[in-house]
């Protein structure tokens, strides 16, 4: 069936590096791509999305980039600050709007 | 709008017991998602509706498990009897239609069976 899987489970870096999270999914009918925080006891929210007709998208400090051919996408976060520690899970929507979550990766931001 | 509401935010439960979990949609949106989330397998789909319709329910880990959408402003999510290993966090989320919309996200139901 439809999967998404997403790297790493946990990520610490210092303040002020960058973040990298990857993710691949298996269903090629996949055309949105949604990225999602998490703070400790809250709802996920979206911080950024990439349809599949577009390559790139930046916003700021973050951006996405999605390589169909290959089936992966990649969350970048630049210059991290303390408040970006969360949890992150990438999705893909795929045929019959079913919305497929990976499994998350756990980002600690060092002062 | 009051976004995605979910009830109760939290619940305990005894073992056997049966648990209903309930959502409200936001108003006009045309899919309703169920998920679980643990520490071990993350954000679960368990079944998601189109315009009050079951469209795919083979998330549910058992026939322990079921949902209903009775009208469009209106969900439960049912556990009929109740195991410890069914503790998690449920949540409910909406989006307004199919080719790439945002999904948003009640607050969750933190259930935990004893």
């Known amino acids: 069936g439809e999967n998404v899987e997403q790297h790493p489970s946990t990520l610490s870096v210092q303040e002020g590096d960058s973040a990298v999270i990857k993710c691949t999914y298996s269903d090629s009918a996949s055309n949105y791509f949604p990225w999602y925080k998490q703070e400790l006891g809250k709802r996920p929210q979206l911080i950024i999305d990439i349809r599949s007709n577009v390559g790139e998208k930046k916003d700021q400090r973050i951006a996405v980039t999605l390589n169909k051919t290959a089936k992966h996408f990649s969350l970048h976060i630049t210059e991290t600050q303390p408040e970006d520690s969360a949890v992150y899970f990438c999705a893909a929507l795929g045929q019959g709007g079913k919305l497929i979550f990976g499994q998350g990766t756990e980002l600690s931001v060092k002062p | 709008d009051a976004g995605v509401i979910q009830s109760p935010r939290h619940e305990v439960t005894e073992m056997g017991q049966e648990v209903t979990l309930r959502c409200k949609p936001i108003?006009?949106?045309?899919?309703l998602f169920w998920y679980r989330q643990t520490m071990m397998r993350g954000l679960e789909l368990l079944i998601y509706f189109n315009n009050n319709v079951p469209i795919d329910d083979s998330g549910m880990p058992e026939d322990r498990f079921s949902a209903k959408m009775p009208n469009a402003s209106f969900s439960t999510l049912k556990i009929q009897p109740s195991e410890p290993r069914d503790s998690a966090v449920y949540f409910c989320?909406?989006?307004?239609?199919?080719?790439?919309?945002?999904?948003?996200f009640g607050q969750g139901t933190r259930l935990t069976v004893v």
């Open positions: 989320a909406s989006s307004p239609a199919q080719g790439g919309t945002e999904a948003f």
């Open positions: 108003s006009g949106h045309d899919y």
